[in-house]
């Protein structure tokens, strides 16, 4: 199983970027799907989560800026980030929880993170 991020850059502050993380691999199910992010000197969190019945959260410094999407048939999330600020600026990475001929029972899958650098 590979989880695969894509659509990071270089922005300037307020503007939007789209990110989207692709999973393969034999897999039976997905469930949970989340963004989190690494910022410079900083810890990783998590930026958003989207479960398989479409339930959302977001932490307060995200929230209405950042929207969290998947694809089920495409086995694909995707994460807008609108307003975007120099503070949002880090690594982002997705993780999955996945039911895979591997781990039939479950496992957190993570992804390779994607650069996003906010521009004041």
């Known amino acids: 199983v590979q989880l695969q991020a894509s659509g990071g850059g270089l922005v300037q502050a307020g503007r939007s970027l789209r990110l989207s993380c692709t999973v393969s691999?034999?897999?039976?199910?997905?469930?949970?799907m989340y963004w989190y992010r690494q910022g410079p000197g900083k810890e990783r969190e998590l930026v958003a989560l989207?479960?398989?019945?479409?339930?959302?959260e977001y932490p307060d410094s995200v929230k209405g800026r950042f929207t969290i999407s998947r694809d089920d048939v495409e086995h694909t999330t995707s994460l807008q980030m609108n307003s975007l600020k120099p503070e949002d600026t880090g690594v982002y990475y997705c993780?999955?929880?996945?039911?895979?001929?591997?781990?039939?029972?479950?496992?957190?899958?993570w992804g390779h993170g994607t650069q996003v650098t906010v521009s004041s």
């Open positions: 993780r999955a929880d996945i039911n895979s001929h591997q781990w039939p029972g479950g496992y957190l899958y």
């Open positions: 691999g034999n897999i039976f199910r997905i469930n949970t």
């Open positions: 989207i479960d398989r019945d479409g339930t959302t």
